[in-house]
């Protein structure tokens, strides 16, 4: 199911309001993008606050290749939502094609465990996986500009969490 940008961000916040957090993923391109969303969560992005849970599921070498190894690639972030998660966590799945076997194993183990997700893809995605789970798709449909415009989409994210979550206490 398409969500709009204001149920995107609506989502995010209720999460954080909830005592939850982001989780985020992807692969190449879309994995320093997971990155990013945290380091700028936890770091700082405009001004000087206090630091914000976040955690990327693609910065850990060790655990990546260990569950790689054991379990095969198609789980190394379905296996770390099953240890990592809190059940008031959201779950963002950068992905430019949204077909990649373990961003399709994490949101199914998502759904397993009923935590909220939503894929972040392009125009192209059409949402047709069989487990009818949400999606936010910019609009785009070349890899490099979805994920350029994945960036200006998460620097929009950390700007309500702030405004948001951070205002609010």
């Given at each position: 199911?398409?969500?709009?940008?204001?149920?995107?961000?609506?989502?995010?916040?209720?999460?954080?309001?909830?005592?939850?957090?982001?989780?985020?993923?992807?692969?190449?391109?879309?994995?320093?993008?997971?990155?990013?969303?945290?380091?700028?969560?936890?770091?700082?992005?405009?001004?000087?606050?206090?630091?914000?849970?976040?955690?990327?599921?693609?910065?850990?070498?060790?655990?990546?290749?260990?569950?790689?190894?054991d379990y095969g690639y198609e789980n190394i972030f379905s296996r770390q939502i099953e240890c990592m998660?809190?059940?008031?966590?959201?779950?963002?799945?950068?992905?430019?094609?949204?077909?990649?076997?373990?961003?399709?194993?994490?949101?199914?183990?998502?759904?397993?465990?009923?935590?909220e997700n939503i894929l972040i893809t392009g125009e192209n995605y059409c949402g047709n996986d069989g487990?009818?789970?949400?999606?936010?798709?910019?609009?785009?449909?070349?890899?490099?500009?979805?994920?350029?415009?994945?960036?200006?989409?998460?620097?929009?994210?950390?700007?309500?969490?702030?405004?948001?979550?951070?205002q609010s206490d």
């Amino acid at each position: 199911m398409k969500i709009s940008r204001k149920e995107l961000f609506t989502q995010i916040v209720n999460a954080y309001k909830n005592g939850g957090s982001i989780i985020s993923c992807g692969n190449g391109g879309s994995a320093t993008q997971s990155n990013h969303l945290a380091e700028e969560l936890v770091g700082r992005y405009k001004k000087d606050r206090r630091p914000i849970r976040a955690l990327s599921l693609t910065g850990d070498a060790a655990i990546i290749t260990c569950i790689a190894n054991d379990y095969g690639y198609e789980n190394i972030f379905s296996r770390q939502i099953e240890c990592m998660a809190n059940k008031n966590d959201i779950l963002l799945c950068f992905s430019t094609s949204g077909k990649s076997n373990n961003i399709i194993n994490v949101i199914k183990k998502a759904k397993e465990i009923k935590l909220e997700n939503i894929l972040i893809t392009g125009e192209n995605y059409c949402g047709n996986d069989g487990f009818d789970s949400q999606y936010y798709a910019v609009n785009q449909i070349e890899g490099r500009r979805i994920q350029e415009e994945h960036l200006v989409l998460i620097h929009d994210i950390i700007d309500e969490i702030e405004i948001n979550i951070l205002q609010s206490d």
